[in-house]
Each structure stands twice: as C-alpha cells, then as structure tokens.
C-alpha cells in the first residue's frame, strides 16, 4: 500500500483589498486594518505571525471612525 501524501498548508494570504489609506488617529489602513510596520513585514512574517494579526483584524475595524470607512 502507498502512502498518501497530505497538501502542503497553504500560506495565509494578504487581507489588503487594495484600498490604501492609512488613518492618521488610529495608524490602521483603512481598507486592511493592519498598520503600516505590519504591511511591510508581511511578506517575511510566519505563519503564526499571520495568523495572529488575522484574528485581531476584525476588532480593529471600530477603532477607525464610521465616517472614514464611509459608513457615517
């Protein structure tokens, strides 16, 4: 019997969504959440890194003001 060889783990992908605009009040883009230092980095992050500032991304959203995400 052969062995099964299981998928590499895919790499997190960037959130950018190509709407860049860092807010002066919080330092967060305004289309990822993410500052500015971990944009640059991300490409050299690992994995865990990645994931880490992932799950604080949605949080982050109510730290930029409604009306600058155009929701005011």
Do not use: Y
């Amino acid at each position: 019997m052969g062995t099964v060889n299981a998928a590499p783990p895919r790499p997190i992908v960037t959130p950018c969504i190509k709407v860049c605009a860092v807010d002066g009040e919080s330092g967060l883009c305004l289309g990822c959440h993410r500052t500015l230092p971990e944009i640059a980095q991300w490409s050299r992050l690992g994995e865990d890194e990645r994931a880490a500032i992932m799950a604080e991304l949605p949080s982050r959203r109510g730290r930029i003001a409604p009306e600058k995400l155009g929701l005011a």
